[in-house]
């Protein structure tokens, strides 16, 4: 019976059937091939032959120094009367081999088979070109050979590599014998690898292990395993060393829809360990550029305004990429998408347009959608926010800032003036009882900065809760600053902001002004569903403030 006679149609590698035929691995009854494994020396920057990495922090090491070594690229050629294949995956911890027990098999350490050969190089071009005779030397020195009874059409089930090697009607398709030049730091790998095919399982559970077989099953097509091992790292452990890890693996593997869960759980684990921006500054700020990623990807992040956002990308990225030419790349390909413009200051966007560290063209496409974003009415907002919140990621999503953003409009004439719109969720001002406070972001009159704090506080009178508003001055000196000031809400759709306060207040230092009942009524009132100050479940306040000189 031909091969194609038994399978017919390419795998897709994920829709198999999970039956298990390990009673059938390396048992000459129940297969059609013979795989020869020569296992030869390392690269000269690998682990030794039994130096095997015994946490996730050597196995990142000794990756990091191999890395460029390997090349994700398959040259097939003829080459003598042998069958080779030189496949070199990333590397993996020395595990036991599979002693062949057919005496038939014995002679065939000895004795090559006939056939057409095949090259099936994975090693980087800078490797191969090597002129050091020594290196070449090494590598080509057989140190053990392991002889493996194998089935072509369970093999091709689960691999298109080799379903593509045993069924592309060539002469050597037809070969029964096929010799696999490995790695002694890719043998246990690669053993365990051909056994998963068989059983669907790994007898290996250490994440180094389970990494290093993953590697091999991204090297084969072997869909199936990949997804095994993504799930049982997912199942392990998991430490922001190991998520970053998994977040750099090569990109073959992060693509795979089949290890895109680990990738997804990795990415919430960091984005939950340093969820607190201001308290873990520090170690994010040493965090490489998968992890930034991460972490600033979140809607959840908690930080004090989009503004602190911007400000830390850029001194990371000053402080990773000196030079300027690859900062710049850096921060217009993979940081900008992560800043939310337009949740930024218009004073900031300002400063955004003249920072030489981003691409022109990038930075003003960016801060005029900002701009435009902030030109629209409040419902178009939501709405925009709303349609953004069913993509994956948007710059239009809010993030959970602790200085809630506000909507400023300023004159220069007839006087200094700003108008100033601060609108928060019912959700917001429930979350503020019975003592909480919340702060917006600053605006500035005359070049002073000022921010509200809306708060649930205790009446004058401390018989009810009430829900509070103050204007406060940031410090800068010992500056005196006369302000008048007017508090107003909206109560009705279709109706304009009342005036519910209003005077006149001289600013010293850091001092506040404000009104611990700004509605005079309870809070029990303020929050019930018969309330008409919240619009949608959206309070609507708005402050008007003139300079008086």
């Known amino acids: 019976m031909r091969f194609s006679d038994f399978f017919r149609g390419e795998p897709s590698g994920s829709g198999d059937p999970e039956l ?147 069924s592309n009607g060539t002469r050597e398709s037809e070969q029964q014998h096929l010799a696999l030049r490995i790695h002694a730091s890719e043998e246990a790998a690669f053993l365990d690898l051909l056994k998963f095919m068989y059983c669907n399982s790994l007898s290996t559970t250490t994440p180094t292990a389970v990494l290093d077989v993953l590697m091999a099953a991204d090297k084969f097509k072997v869909a199936s395993c990949m997804r095994y091992c993504g799930r049982l790292l997912r199942n392990l452990p998991m430490t922001c060393e190991s998520a970053l890890l998994y977040l750099d693996l090569p990109s073959t593997i992060l693509m795979a829809d089949t290890v895109q869960p680990l990738t997804d759980v990795a990415k919430q684990f960091l984005a939950a360990s340093y969820k607190d921006l201001a308290k873990f500054q520090d170690e994010v700020l040493k965090l490489p550029l998968a992890g930034i990623e991460a972490v600033f990807s979140s809607d959840d992040l908690q930080v004090a305004s989009e503004d602190a956002v911007y400000d830390f990308l850029l001194k990371w990225a000053r402080t990773h990429y000196p030079e300027l030419e690859e900062r710049r790349e850096v921060l217009t390909t993979r940081l900008v998408c992560l800043i939310r413009f337009p949740y930024m200051t218009c004073r900031k966007l300002k400063k955004v347009l003249t920072c030489n560290d981003f691409d022109v063209e990038t930075v003003s496409k960016v801060v005029l959608e900002a701009l435009f974003f902030k030109a629209e009415a409040s419902f178009r907002q939501r709405a925009i926010t709303s349609e953004a919140a069913n993509v994956s990621f948007s710059h239009y999503v809010e993030r959970a800032y602790k200085h809630r953003p506000v909507k400023i409009v300023e004159f220069e004439q007839p006087w200094q003036q700003c108008i100033v719109y601060l609108d928060l969720k019912r959700e917001e001002c429930a979350h503020l009882f019975p003592a909480g406070k919340v702060y917006s972001q600053a605006f500035h009159l005359g070049g002073q900065g000022f921010f509200f704090s809306a708060q649930c506080n205790m009446d004058q009178q401390s018989s009810f809760h009430s829900f509070g508003l103050f204007l406060g001055m940031q410090e800068r000196g010992s500056v005196t600053f006369a302000v008048n000031y007017e508090f107003a809400a909206r109560s009705k759709p279709t109706e304009d902001y009342v005036i519910k306060h209003k005077g006149y207040y001289k600013f010293m230092g850091r001092k506040a002004v404000g009104y611990r009942n700004l509605f005079g009524i309870p809070w029990t009132l303020f929050m019930s569903d018969e309330s008409n100050y919240f619009i949608n479940g959206v309070l609507h306040i708005r402050a008007k403030l003139t300079l008086r000189k």
């Open 20 to 166: 298990d035929f390990g009673f059938a691995f390396n048992d000459s009854n129940f297969s059609d091939r013979v795989l020869r494994i020569e296992v030869v020396r390392d690269f000269p920057e690998a682990k030794s032959d039994g130096d095997s990495c015994s946490s996730i922090a050597d196995w990142a090491r000794n990756r990091k120094r191999r890395r460029e070594d390997f090349r994700k690229e398959i040259d097939v050629s003829v080459q003598r009367e042998e069958q080779i294949l030189n496949c070199n995956f990333p590397d993996n911890e020395d595990g036991e081999t599979f002693e062949n027990q057919d005496e038939d098999a014995k002679a065939m350490t000895e004795k090559s088979p006939s056939g057409v050969g095949l090259n099936c190089n994975l090693i980087g071009n800078d490797m191969v070109n090597s002129n050091d005779s020594s290196w070449n030397i090494d590598c080509s020195t057989v140190l053990r050979v392991n002889i493996v009874h194998v089935s072509s059409p369970i093999l091709a089930a689960k691999s298109p590599f080799f379903y593509k090697l045993f």
